[in-house]
């Protein structure tokens, strides 16, 4: 349920995968697919649900076909391996935070941030519509469910002088619903639909774009594969920033149908509901600019800043091990 992600020592990780597992099996043609088209596997961080509405609309309206390309998509999960995935050559882009793609390109993977799935990193922490914590200070003290490696935590201990204990995160609400001051790292788009379904009031949310810690979700793509094939990457990325405007703008109905094939468990409610809060928040269109044209744009000194943001928390070390034109590339933009 929780869309929140597990990270895990990332070269180790890509050992397991490249000798202890059996590689995926390249994408499958569907009927009547031309075999000239170029296979590609895309690497959900997640099962299917809105927050990929942009790759399942292109793929159900068949605009990754036009492009030429034969495009499968496979589901994620806490596990999903999505950047071990892409630098074994398992998959050719995946959707993951874009802090996460730093470390690992700064471990030496060969991937490379290309475009934005959202403006905005949804990771909140979600209280109770009571609770009378307002504000990131206020934090101070309490005990807060949440990935203990989310980069977001050593950053709010460090700009506020607060302190907080943390429960690992186990992807379920149930104790978020049972105790109503409880504090629980969440993903906005989703968590609270379930939270109302529960029988519990909808929560009230710290975002941590409110603390200056702005991270991406992004696209990211293998970057040697990307430079051998730029016009296919760009053919891609044309094809699924159509998708995201006809998702949001048009008719969702064909993304969800696929949605609905692949994850029974999606109920027409919920997709609905997180289609919504995806609109209500302009994850996708940005909350400055938020028009159409901002779909898939990303933005260097933001990048430059996630780096410096790491670099001051010791996460991310030396200073310039990393510079921003090593972590993103524009040039798949259409």
């Not at 302009?282 to 260097?300: A, E, F, H, M, N």
């Amino acid at each position: 349920m929780n869309r929140t992600r597990i990270c895990f020592p990332l070269l180790a990780s890509l050992l397991l995968i490249g000798f202890g597992c059996s590689r995926s099996s390249p994408p499958d043609a569907a009927a009547g697919d031309s075999p000239q088209r170029l296979p590609m596997v895309v690497q959900l961080d997640w099962i299917a649900e809105p927050e990929h509405g942009g790759f399942y609309q292109a793929k159900a309206k068949g605009w990754f076909a036009e492009a030429g390309l034969d495009v499968r998509i496979d589901q994620g999960g806490a596990n999903a391996f999505a950047m071990q995935k892409l630098a074994g050559g398992q998959a050719q882009v995946a959707q993951a935070d874009s802090t996460n793609v730093i470390l690992a390109i700064a471990e030496g993977l060969p991937v490379v941030n290309i475009g934005a799935v959202f403006q905005n990193d949804p990771s909140v922490l979600m209280l109770h519509a009571d609770n009378p914590i307002t504000s990131f200070e206020q934090l101070d003290g309490t005990t807060i469910m949440a990935r203990p490696e989310w980069a977001f935590l050593p950053y709010l201990r460090k700009k506020y002088g607060i302190d907080f204990n943390i429960i690992p995160q186990n992807f379920q609400v149930a104790n978020f619903i049972a105790d109503q001051n409880f504090i629980q790292q969440g993903f906005y788009i989703a968590e609270p639909f379930y939270i109302e379904q529960g029988g519990a009031q909808k929560p009230k949310f710290l975002y941590a774009w409110d603390a200056g810690f702005d991270a991406y979700t992004v696209i990211v793509a293998n970057k040697n594969w990307a430079a051998a094939h730029p016009e296919q990457m760009q053919a891609f990325m044309a094809a699924y920033i159509r998708g995201w405007e006809d998702y949001l703008f048009g008719d969702p109905t064909p993304a969800h149908d696929l949605m609905k094939q692949v994850n029974p468990k999606n109920s027409d409610a919920f997709l609905a509901y997180s289609r919504q809060m995806i609109i209500d928040e302009k994850l996708v269109v940005g909350r400055v600019d938020g028009g159409p044209d901002q779909i898939g744009r990303v933005s260097l000194p933001r990048f430059q800043t996630q780096i410096e943001q790491l670099e001051s928390l010791g996460i991310l070390r030396p200073a310039g091990k990393v510079t921003t034109d090593q972590v993103v590339s524009t040039r798949y933009l259409p």
